[in-house]
């Protein structure tokens, strides 16, 4: 055991060494102890061991390494002896999952580590001669100055639409984007065509994954996010565990909403499956502007309020389908019915009857695309996350940290 571990031991809290031992149970440390002395308190002093034990220990993260990234391998070998106990605990009292192998030359964790702690490899080996020797060894893991967390927007089993994009979320701007982008894994099956790209964030950063054309139905999509411990840049590491994501694309249906005709159309495949009268954004100004592009579909609520001050505020509306960040639904609207089909009086969304906004409304899924065509003002960054079909492939490639 090194001076710092004995060090360590020796500031940690009686009820500190009483919670490891009723955490492990006293029959794993009762040679750990049996090797210390009473002090004049009555407090077991450290625990000795030999420098060099004759089991001939190993021990990964060295005895009094530092700086240890948590998803390093953490484990003990057994040269020339073997191991009866071995535990792994950390200075906050919680012991790591692991398990001894079975011919009791080694010992290994399988769950991972925490940043800014300090941990403990404790238990009892055997001399090739018989004798017992318990050992204590020691060491600390990185201190960083921050710890980001990562999230993904579709959930395992989730059916969503051809036009969906894989997004992940950091909580902390990515200095090594290339790095970063390398690790990241997305399979399709059929095969499918796809790139990251690096897109901004009010608060850290997003990265999408989209294909080139939109998906087939029935693609069966696996994503793998194994980024924890990973360095993101300038003292920024990933607290999240790995994270995966199974979900297969849906159907393929398609919304087209060509503004001047006042109709708007959903196609499943090549049939058109509804063909309603609509209103769309007034127009006489950018803001009521409905815009072209290639929307997605994010959200649906039954009932939902919308302001936009000073033109409304706390609007009830029914059935309503968000197809962008900027304001722009697809929603029933009574007051507008003498107009759809005929004039455009919106502020930007696209109005239904109440009848056919809930037709619609009980069809769309997360990821549909929604082709608007026929204004001047086209969809881009400032209205909202999903813009990732306004590019053309070779500049969404362009986006990606890999070039």
């Known amino acids: 055991m090194t001076d710092e571990a004995a060090r360590a031991w020796e500031a940690a809290p009686v009820s500190r060494r009483a919670a490891l031992v009723a955490l492990t149970g006293a029959t794993a440390f009762a040679g750990f102890f049996s090797c210390g002395h009473p002090d004049e308190n009555g407090k077991p002093s450290a625990p000795t061991t030999r420098a060099n034990p004759r089991a001939g220990l190993a021990f990964e993260p060295a005895d009094g390494a530092k700086d240890v990234i948590p998803s390093s391998a953490t484990k003990i070998v057994a040269t020339g002896g073997t191991l009866v106990q ?5 200075d906050d ?7 001894l192998g079975q011919d009791g030359t080694s010992f290994e964790t399988s ?6 702690r300090k941990y403990f490899f404790t238990g009892q080996s055997k001399a090739p001669d018989g004798t017992p020797e318990p050992f204590l060894s020691s060491f600390a893991t990185l201190v960083p100055k921050q710890v980001a967390e990562v999230n993904v927007n579709i959930g395992d089993g989730q059916p969503v639409g051809v036009a969906a994009p894989i997004i992940l979320r950091f909580s902390a701007p990515i200095k090594n984007k290339a790095a970063i982008e390398h690790r990241l894994k997305v399979s399709c099956e059929p095969a499918t065509e796809g790139s990251w790209a690096w897109l901004p964030d009010a608060v850290g950063e997003q990265a999408h994954w989209r294909s080139k054309e939109y998906f087939e139905p029935g693609t069966k999509v696996h994503l793998e996010v194994p980024l924890f411990a990973e360095d993101f840049g300038d003292g920024v590491y990933c607290g999240t565990e790995t994270l995966t994501s ?4 849906a159907r393929h249906q398609l919304v087209k909403c060509f503004v001047p005709s006042h109709r708007m159309q959903v196609y499943r495949g090549d049939a058109v499956i509804m063909d309603f009268p609509c209103s769309y954004g007034e127009g006489n100004e950018t ?3 409905t815009r072209t592009g290639i929307h997605v579909v994010t959200e649906k609520y039954a009932d939902f309020y919308m302001s936009n001050p000073p033109y409304y505020t706390n609007a009830h509306e029914r059935y309503a ?7 722009e639904f697809i929603h029933a609207n009574p007051n507008t019915i003498g107009d759809q089909g005929s ?19 009980g069809t769309a899924l997360y990821g549909d695309p929604v082709e608007v065509t026929g204004t001047s003002v086209q969809l881009s960054p400032s209205d909202g996350e999903i ?8 500049t969404w490639r362009g986006m990606s940290a890999l070039g």
């Open 86 to 90: 071995a535990h792994l605990i950390s």
């Open 93 to 99: 009292g919680k012991v790591v999952e692991g398990k």
């Open 111 to 116: 769950a991972p580590l925490e940043f800014s």
């Open 246 to 249: 199974d979900f297969t694309i």
């Open 287 to 289: 803001r009521n502007t």
């Open 321 to 327: 389908v968000r197809i962008s960040n900027n304001g």
């Open 343 to 361: 004039t455009n009086v919106s502020n930007g969304c696209v109005n239904l009857s109440t009848e056919n906004a809930q037709q619609y409304f």
């Open 387 to 394: 813009y990732d079909w306004t590019y053309d492939w070779e």
